[in-house]
Structure formats: C-alpha cells, structure tokens
C-alpha cells in the first residue's frame, strides 16, 4: 500500500460513516416528517395533494381520546413508580451481590427476552384462574394492568440503575462507612445521590414502554380500562383521516419535551452509557 492511497482510504470511510449516518436519520425522521405533514390535512379521508390545511386534528385528540389517554397516563405513573420501587433497591442489592449473581440479574432482567404476547397472554390466564378460585374481578382491572406495566419496565430501571452504580467511585460508600454511618444513611447519602442519573433515566424509559405498549395490553384491556395505543387501534379500524397522524405528533413532542427537560438536569446519556 502506497502512502498516496492512505489518505484516499481515509477520506472514503469518513464518506461512508457519513452516508449511513445520513441514511439512519433519514430513516428516523422522514416518516416523523411525513406524519407532521399528514397531521395538518384538511381532508375527512387522506389524499394527496390536499385541498387545504388545518390544526383542527389536534383540537379533537381529547374528545376523542381523552379517557383512553387517562388511563395511559394512571397505568404509566403507576408502573413507573412500582419498578422503581423494586428496581432501585435490586439493583443496589445486585451490584453487592457476589454469588447468585448472574442467576438474579437474569430473572430481573428475563422480560426483556420474552415476547410480549406470551407475557399478556400468560398474564390474563393468570388473572381468570385468580379470578374463578376467589370470585374477585381480577382480569381486566386496573390493577392487573399496572403490575403487567410494571414488570416489563422494571428491566429497564434495573439495566440503568446497574449502569449508574458501575459508574460511581465505591470509596465515597466506604469512607461514609468508616466515619460511622450507618447503612440506611450510607445508602441515602451516597448511594442514591451517586444513582441519580440512572434513576431518573430508568423511569423515563420505564413510563415509555408503559405507555407505549400495545401487543401486551391487548390481553388486559376491558371496558372503562383502554388505553391509548389499543384506542388508536379501534379507531383505525373505522377511520382513515389525519386525527391519528396528530395524536402521534402530540406524542412525539409530548416525549421529546420530557427528554430534553430531563436531559438539562440530569445527563442521560451519560447514564444509559
């Protein structure tokens, strides 16, 4: 290899990372476009080119699916905090663990492998034999519905916590011990703090997968409990106009906003790196 074909080398994989960069986000963000663009057709069924243009899709997402959207919103903070809950502690306990380790990290983290069909379905058999053994309305409640949202997040505030944790300098925790804290107070003035980023980042990801979660939720839904992603989906089963095209830009931005809100105070990509 000649010293002339080294920079001609280098200039063509600089030009290729380029282009798949640019490819990736021509991936990302042309449909977003293209559903922005749909969003604001004034036409009852879509066409191409419209006669006109209107935001009035986006003033009827509430009367439309404002009750749906309650129920996202209750199961999502309500998962959020369940795997929290859970999750914090585990990943603290997880990272201090020495034996058993990978088997407990692998049962935590086993909702991430299975597809998410097989946990609604297992789930709403669950809930009928419950249901048939104790004459409790358990299949279709609210209840059911969190704990199934709460178990497919809790992976992700798991992962992240871990992450965090990896990333903190575990001399702070012992010098803490030596000055006399005591455990509880170890964990609450250095543990937590040191965990902060991946907490946060682990209920951000916690309440998107929540509320954006359709082919489980499938199983769990009943009447008065529908949420907003299996809404969507009755809807389109009778209309085809931009109403849909507009809540999915809400949501877009809605998520957006929250990242980048978050992301001032606290640096998420540091903590999901």
């Not at 243009?53 to 959020?80: D, H, K, M, N, Q």
């Not at 575990?170 to 040191?194: I, K, N």
């Not at 980042?201 to 979660?213: D, H, K, Q, T």
Request: charge should be neutral; include cysteine; aromatic fraction near 8%.
């Amino acid at each position: 290899m000649t010293k002339q074909s080294v920079p001609a080398m280098e200039a063509a994989q600089r030009w290729l990372v380029r282009l798949l960069a640019g490819t990736g986000l021509a991936i990302i963000f042309v449909p977003l476009l293209l559903t922005l663009y749909l969003s604001v057709f004034d036409e009852t069924l879509i066409a191409f080119p419209p006669h006109g243009y209107t935001l009035r899709w986006y003033a009827r997402i509430l009367p439309e699916f404002g009750p749906a959207l309650r129920t996202s919103l209750l199961t999502a903070f309500a998962a959020v905090a369940a795997s929290v809950a859970v999750g914090v502690p585990a990943s603290i306990g997880l990272s201090r663990l020495r034996h058993g380790r990978g088997a407990m990290s692998t049962l935590l983290l086993a909702p991430l492998t299975v597809p998410g069909i097989a946990i609604g379905l297992g789930i709403y058999v669950l809930a009928v034999m419950i249901e048939e053994r104790t004459e409790w309305p358990f299949s279709g409640s609210i209840s059911v519905m969190v704990a199934a949202h709460a178990l497919i997040a809790l992976p992700w505030v798991v992962r992240l916590c871990l992450a965090a944790l990896a990333n903190a300098d575990p001399a702070a925790e012992e010098a803490a011990a030596s000055l006399g804290a005591p455990p509880w107070q170890v964990v609450r003035r250095v543990t937590l703090p040191a965990m902060r980023g991946g907490i946060v980042a682990g209920a951000l990801f916690a309440f998107i997968v929540s509320f954006e979660n359709l082919e489980m939720t499938l199983f769990l839904t009943a009447p008065g409990t529908t949420t907003l992603p299996i809404s969507v989906l009755q809807y389109l089963q009778y209309h085809i106009d931009p109403l849909v095209a507009a809540v999915a830009v809400a949501q877009v931005v809605l998520i957006g906003g929250a990242l980048l809100l978050l992301d001032s105070q606290v640096r998420i990509a540091r903590a999901v790196a």
